[in-house]
């Protein structure tokens, strides 16, 4: 179902490339055929049902486009450095919004382990805050030595925090989660997650990994296991799509 959804959410991409090549007449009209099959091209990397595809003469190698020409592409290459707010006092909601630099990815961090020191309302409004200047805010929890625990979509977070039904059990929940010395009481708080990616994984190994978490995006991690950015689901697809386009391994 997944693979499907790439698909779709590639077609104003596939479009809007060859509409550009049309317009200003760059390359053949195979070219522009082959990009607006590209969707497919998209679905069949992320599902790995479709080994060879070609349209108007131009061929595109799925599989080996994602499992061996894009292997030589690391994470890295693609995988945003996310701007890491530590949870301070409410008066420093101001003063980190000064800093943080629009279009960026940010990762919110709290650690595990420090009873009473994280308020569930400061959390919330941190969280409005944040979001404001990237609505896809990552909420990163890490243990004591700096690890990562686990993380989750700071909307899911925000939405489970303010339900009108229940938000004071929530507040209760989520503080005794997040005292805790380890994350095993957090992963039972929906949207939340111990899913992660090696920071020089591939390209394949990011979408395999999306696909089988159903997330849209994934906490790159060290060496050490430290967190390190952001992996983002559109950014691996597009990024695909132009090493296609291009007809370049690198």
Known sequence: MNAILFAIASIPIAILLALLLKRFQIGESTTFIALLLLP?????????????FSAGGVGLKFREAANAE????PLTAIVEDFQMVE???????????????????IALTLQ??????????????????????DPELTLVVTDAAGKFAAAADGRAVLNFLTSQNNASEA????????????ASKLLQIPGFT???????????????????????????????????????RDAIVTHLLVQLTSGSPR
Do not use: C, H
């Open 40 to 52: 497919l091209g998209v679905w069949g990397i992320a599902s790995g049902a479709i080994s060879e």
């Open 70 to 73: 894009v292997r030589t592409l």
């Open 87 to 105: 949870k301070g006092g409410l008066s420093a909601i101001e003063s980190f919004t000064r800093t943080i630099t629009p279009g960026k990815p």
């Open 112 to 133: 595990l382990g420090r009873p009473g020191y994280y308020v569930p309302s400061a959390i919330v409004s941190y969280l409005q805050a944040l979001s404001s200047f």
């Open 171 to 182: 507040e209760q929940r989520f503080r005794e989660a997040i005292d805790f010395a380890d």
């Open 194 to 232: 111990n899913a992660a990616i090696a920071a020089d994984a591939t390209n394949a190994d990011a979408l395999t990994k999306m696909d089988e978490t159903t997330r849209r995006t994934l906490v790159a991690l060290d060496a050490e296991g430290k967190p390190t950015g952001i992996a983002k």
